[in-house]
Nanobody, 124 residues
Framework: QVQLVESGGGLVQAGGSLRLSCTTS????????MGWFRQAPGKEREIVAV????????YYADSVKGRFTISRDNAKNTVYLQMNSLKPEDTAVYSC?????????????????WGQGTQVTVSS
């Protein structure tokens, strides 16, 4: 059974940092692009960052460039999202996703496999 499990969310003050982790199982994800998405209350889900299977290619939403870093450790079947200089507007449920093909398409890849999400709340 395919599983993506996020962890590391929580409550943090503005300017603080959090590191999200996404551990995968049930399939070999090491050759697939993966990414982080978020959805704030009353808003549509949006892309945060995605990474190619090797980690050599990444894409970031403009709103998080310079503050967030996506990385992956294929030996551990884990993808990370380091979030620094957090702002109240970063408050959302953050979900990990895996692409359905191995071809790197950045934000245009089809991400069909999803975790349950982890809540990130940034207080002002």
């Amino acid at each position: 059974q395919v599983q993506l499990v996020e962890s590391g969310g929580g409550l943090v003050q503005a300017g603080g940092s959090l590191r999200l982790s996404c551990t995968t199982s049930g399939r070999t994800w090491t050759t697939y692009p993966m990414g982080w998405f978020r959805q704030a209350p009353g808003k549509e889900r949006e892309i945060v960052a995605v990474i190619s299977w090797s980690g050599g290619d990444t894409y970031y939403a403009d709103s998080v460039k310079g503050r967030f870093t996506i990385s992956r450790d294929n030996a551990k079947n884990t993808v990370y999202l380091q979030m620094n200089s957090l702002k109240p507007e970063d408050t959302a449920v953050y979900s990990c996703a895996a692409a359905s093909t191995t071809i790197w398409g950045g934000p245009r890849s089809q991400y069909d496999y999803w975790g349950q999400g982890t809540q990130v709340t940034v207080s002002s």
